[in-house]
Every structure is written in structure tokens, then in C-alpha cells.
């Protein structure tokens, strides 16, 4: 951005605008260096800042990973196809500029460089970038990158200490290493699809198809683990190199794996008991009463279907909540821990839920709060947004999208990223950018391209327009 600044005032100096297109210019570069002090003063005490990712990687996996890291510090570089960019651009609904508004977060604190890597020349710009890089991060099928030359063996010689973050669905090794990594095919083969569902009444496995969550749930797991191996594997290197050990390594991160990772007790319960552990609906197998229950629907819609959620596992709470339904009946010895009222769950979801559904969901949440049971209303986003908790926490931010001097643009609400370091200001510093924003700012500024030879790629079709 410096040296963007730079040029436009020396190219002003020569033609000699207008005094009025000189102010506008004056005011302009104002803003953008208090936006460029702001931000410097902010990384200062983010806990990754001075870590420089390459994120070569595209849609949810590798970017959500890109996404954690650049939040908390990291300057993520971010390359992608000129023209087109990451498909995730124009997934879903769309903004008043043809971009997804779900670009705009998942990108958010990143850089944009178009750059071919079908091309060598292209390959080759990225292998300047990655030797000058802390963390490359990818998410293509094992063995693209020992394709195009820029796997470990070919770039550890030129940078030891570099992290090689890599996200597939299977893992870099094994005889499903070379299939397509698709989150709902892992999520499948992990066994977290088949305990999403109802269960058949008689044998209690899956009738019918599974349930899947409204999201791309084993994609965003992968990159939880994979920042999580990303900040592990840079205190391995601190460690490493304070010892005079090369610090480099890979973190090799697989969606089937990382849904394997929330399995809790179902393998060690079905090696030592023979449980396979089939759905059970929007209860938990083995824990009762956790449950979402119907209630009567909201006068303001009338038409919706209403719920809540009530978890009241605990000896004590259950009590309380038996007591609030007008069920004491199901209390005492026969109800008293958990094992016993597994026997007796039927009974126990049918007094609940004929208690619910005699009110509205607002109205059974004041009830139970009232005596300390855990519950609360399933809410839609349009509730989560309005929420006093969420606001009071801060959980949605919003982040400008436009011009920095904030003459042309919009805000777009997006969900914070959490966890909350105390002494941290982790807020959004700029929505996820227009495609091939930062070509110049990293191709010139960082790599030392002359402006000839980015105009020579730009016309050879090797990295996309400035």
C-alpha cells in the first residue's frame, strides 16, 4: 500500500492535477496511512504477528484454516487463479458486486495475488514467495504439489524452517490418499453420518437416510485441526531451532481424521462392550433427558414451528425440572441417577414434551431459567443476529467493504472469530479483498519485480490485472 501511495503522488507531482483533485488525493492519503498505523499497532499485539502464511489452497478447508491464522496475526498471502479466483467468489448468494458475501468473511485479513500455477513462470513466483514464507498452506490432492515441484523435498533446501500445512481428505499417506476429499463423503466415512438420523424402532440403527448439519461441517473441523497443527508445529520450530535443529515440518491434516477426532467413547465403548452406536434423533444416545422439545408456536408466527432445547442430565437438575413440569411422580429412588431413567426415557420425554407443547418456547425457557435447567430456544440467524448475549459479546462484527478512504462501499455483518485473547484487539482489519488486490503490493514490493516485468506477466497471462 506504501509504495502504492508513493507512485500516485510522484505520478501527481508530474501531470499537476487540479488543486481540488490534490485535495481529494491529500485526504485519501491521509486516511490510508492512519488505516496502514492503525493496523500496524493492532498486529503488534496479536500473538502471530511476524508470521507470514502462503495460502495456495481454495473453497472452506485450507482458507478457513488461512482465515484463523490471519485473525490472530499472521500475514496470509493468499494466490489464486487470475480471471476466476477461488470458487468460493461466487458460492451461494451473492452482493451487489457479484461477490459472495461469504468470500468477504472467509478472506477477511487476507491478501490476494493472482498467479497461474498451471504455468511454470507462475510455479515459479510462488516458489519466491514460499522461500520467503513461514507456513505454506494447501488443501490439493497429495501429490499435486510434488507435482508442480514446490513440495517439501523441493523447497525445504532453500527455506529449512517452512511449515507445510496440508488438508486432504484422507491424509498425505495410505491407500485413500489419491480420491477426492469431499467433507460430506469423509464426514460418511468417519461414522459421524451415521449417527445423524432416526433411529429404526426396533433396531435402533439408521431408518432411512442420514441427517447432515446445513453446513460444510467436516471442511471447517479440518481447519480448526489445521491451525491448531499450524501454531503447534511453529512452537515445535522455536524449540527446535533454539537447540540448532531444523525447524521445518509438515502438519498433514485429513478431514476423515478430524471428524474421527469427535467421535468421543463410540470406538472404545464398541471394542469393549460390541455397542455400535446407531442415531437417535435430536437426543443423545445414553443421556437422559437431553432433548429438543415442541412447544406452542409464538403468536408473532403462528404458522413456525417452535422448539427448545433442554438439557437437565445432572441428578439435581432433573429434579427441578420434574418439579417445574408438574411431574414429581418421576423423581425418587427409580429416577434417581442416570442409568435409571435411560430405562425409563420414554416415559420421561413424553412428560416433558406434553408440558412443552402447552406453551411457547418463550415462555417454557422463563420457566426453567427460573429454577437453574439448562434450556433454550432454536434459534434461526435472524434471532442470533438481534440476541442481547451475542451483541453483549461482540459476535458479529461489522466490517467495511470498499475503498479504504470509506468513500464507496458497504458493512457486512460477520460472525466474529473466537477464542478471545485477553489483551488482544482480534477484530476484522478488512473484508476478504477484491480478486488480485494485493498483486502489486506483494509481486513488486515483496518479490522486487520491476513494473515492466509485471506488466510483461500480466500480458503473458501468468498473474491477472493490478
Same mark, same amino acid.
Given at each position: ?339 435409571? &431413567? =435411560?430405562?425409563?426415557?420414554? #416415559? @420421561?420425554? $413424553? ?5 412443552? *407443547?402447552?406453551?411457547?418456547? %418463550? ?13 433454550? &430456544? =432454536?434459534?434461526?440467524?435472524? #434471532? @442470533?443476529? $438481534? ?5 453483549? *459479546?461482540?459476535?458479529?462484527? %461489522? ?29 476484522? *482489519? ?37
Amino acid at each position: 500500500m506504501r509504495n502504492m501511495l508513493t507512485r500516485t503522488c510522484s505520478k501527481l507531482n508530474k501531470t499537476g492535477p487540479p488543486l481540488s483533485s490534490v485535495k481529494r488525493l491529500e485526504r485519501t492519503v491521509t486516511s490510508c496511512r492512519r488505516f496502514i498505523t492503525s493496523q500496524g499497532n493492532a498486529l503488534q499485539d496479536l500473538p502471530l504477528s511476524g508470521i507470514r502464511v502462503l495460502e495456495i489452497g481454495q473453497v472452506i478447508a485450507g482458507p478457513f484454516c488461512g482465515q484463523l491464522l490471519g485473525h490472530y496475526g499472521a500475514e496470509v498471502i493468499k494466490v489464486e487463479p487470475p480471471n476466476v479466483g477461488d470458487p468460493l467468489r461466487v458460492w451461494r448468494e451473492l452482493d451487489v458486486d457479484g461477490v459472495s458475501p461469504w468470500w468477504r468473511s472467509i478472506a477477511r485479513n487476507k491478501k490476494s495475488v493472482t498467479i497461474d500455477l498451471r504455468k511454470e513462470e507462475g510455479r515459479d513466483l510462488v516458489r519466491k514467495l514460499a522461500i520467503k514464507s513461514d507456513v505454506l498452506l494447501e488443501n490439493f490432492k497429495p501429490g499435486t504439489l510434488e507435482k508442480w515441484k514446490l513440495g517439501p523435498e523441493d523447497l525445504h533446501p532453500h527455506n529449512p524452517s517452512l511449515i507445510f500445512t496440508r488438508v486432504s481428505g484422507y491424509g498425505q499417506t495410505g491407500p485413500w490418499a489419491s480420491r477426492p476429499g469431499y467433507a460430506s463423503v469423509c464426514e460418511a466415512q468417519s461414522g459421524f453420518r451415521y449417527i445423524n438420523g432416526y433411529p429404526d424402532p426396533e433396531t435402533g440403527m439408521l431408518d432411512g437416510p442420514p441427517v447432515r448439519p446445513n453446513i460444510s461441517l467436516g471442511d471447517s473441523v479440518a481447519g480448526l485441526h489445521a491451525a491448531l497443527g499450524t501454531v503447534l508445529a511453529l512452537l515445535s520450530r522455536k524449540a527446535k531451532e533454539a537447540r540448532g535443529q531444523v525447524g521445518g515440518q509438515t502438519v498433514d491434516v485429513s478431514i476423515l481424521e478430524s471428524m474421527m477426532n469427535l467421535m468421543e467413547g463410540i470406538i472404545p465403548e464398541y471394542d469393549r462392550k460390541g455397542k455400535i452406536r446407531g442415531p437417535s434423533g435430536s437426543s443423545v444416545t445414553g443421556i437422559v433427558p437431553t432433548n429438543a422439545y415442541p412447544c406452542k408456536p409464538s403468536p408473532s408466527s403462528p404458522d413456525i414451528p417452535s422448539f427448545i432445547v433442554i438439557g437437565a442430565n445432572a441428578d439435581s437438575m432433573y429434579v427441578r425440572l420434574m418439579t417445574a413440569v408438574g411431574r414429581p411422580d418421576l423423581t425418587g429412588p427409580a429416577f434417581a441417577h442416570n442409568h435409571h &431413567r =435411560v430405562a425409563r426415557q420414554q #416415559e @420421561i420425554e $413424553d412428560a416433558i414434551s406434553s408440558w412443552t *407443547r402447552e406453551h411457547t418456547a %418463550e415462555e417454557v425457557e422463563e420457566v426453567l431459567q427460573g429454577v437453574g435447567v439448562p434450556s433454550g &430456544r =432454536v434459534l434461526s440467524v435472524k #434471532e @442470533i443476529v $438481534d440476541n442481547p448475549q451475542v451483541k453483549a *459479546r461482540g459476535l458479529v462484527e %461489522e466490517v467495511w467493504v470498499g475503498d479504504e478512504a470509506r468513500e464507496k462501499g458497504w458493512n457486512v455483518k460477520m460472525p466474529k472469530v473466537t477464542p478471545v485473547l485477553e489483551g488482544c484487539d482480534t477484530k476484522t *482489519r478488512w473484508a476478504g479483498p477484491d480478486l488480485g488486490q494485493h498483486n502489486r503490493e506483494v509481486l513488486v514490493g515483496e518479490l522486487g519485480l520491476s513494473e515492466a516485468e509485471l506488466t510483461r506477466l500480466q500480458e503473458d497471462g501468468i498473474i491477472g490485472q493490478c
